[in-house]
């Protein structure tokens, strides 16, 4: 069992759909970490929290350290949020060794126009 | 402020070649850390390193693979004899401060092994 899983593995969606997209991880975290890539492309950090919610934009990103879960939602969607999300922990290690990023297999998402 | 480079974008080898991928952190960033996508897979960790050190390189293979990052200059991820399994793209990142803390990651190079 993978130590952070993501579901669904495919959304697609309608344009103007809200969508969320979830995280489950098994390990202590300090950090958890959702991130953007387009087909081809480089990697976009969306947002690093621990606690509680954040927005930007149309994304909102919230955690639930109790539950081990985060979940990262998407309003008002449009054909150019059609990325994989993927979401990634920063362990809890007393080692120190909270910068050895685990990752998600990630979710692909495509919006239809 | 120009975001993290690397280059080449697309690198193709012979089996038995070696590869070097460089990566230029954001302005001020001192903490570099390499990551590797294999095809169907999740980005996984290779090391981590700071100026002239390798702090962890645990997720690094032990054979033909290297990597530095010196005092002036890009930090380098060095494969030796590559092979066809080395295929995949290699992502470099670098944050200001050690992590917890944003990663700021770079276009990715992308190694295809003939």
């Known amino acids: 069992k993978n130590e952070v899983e993501q579901s669904p593995q495919n959304l697609t969606a309608q344009e103007g759909e809200f969508i969320t997209i979830n995280c489950s991880y098994s390990?202590?975290?300090?950090?958890l970490h959702w991130l953007q890539q387009h087909p081809g492309g480089g990697i976009v950090s969306l947002f690093m929290l621990s606690s509680g919610k954040k927005k930007h934009g149309r994304l909102i990103a919230t955690i639930n350290i109790q539950e081990k879960h985060s979940s990262l939602h998407i309003t008002a969607s449009h054909p150019r949020d059609s990325a994989v999300y993927i979401c990634a922990v920063s362990p809890l290690n007393s080692g120190g060794s909270n910068y050895k990023l685990t990752f998600g297999k990630g979710t692909l998402l495509t919006v239809n126009p | 402020n120009a975001g993290v480079m690397q280059n080449p974008r697309h690198l193709v080898r012979r089996r038995g070649q070696e590869a070097r991928l460089r990566c230029s952190p954001m302005k001020g960033h001192s903490h570099v850390y390499w990551y590797r996508q294999l095809p169907e897979e999740g980005l996984k960790f290779m090391v981590y390193?700071?100026?002239?050190?390798?702090?962890?390189e645990s997720g690094m293979p032990k054979e033909r693979f290297s990597a530095e990052f010196p005092k002036e200059g890009p930090s380098i991820l060095r494969i030796q004899q590559v092979v066809r399994g080395d295929s995949a793209a290699y992502f470099c990142?670098?944050?200001?401060?050690?992590?917890?803390?944003?990663?700021?990651f770079g276009p990715g190079t992308r190694l295809l092994v003939l």
């Open positions: 390990v202590g975290i300090s950090a």
């Open positions: 390193l700071q100026k002239e050190n390798i702090i962890d």
């Open positions: 990142a670098s944050s200001l401060w050690r992590t917890p803390e944003t990663q700021y």
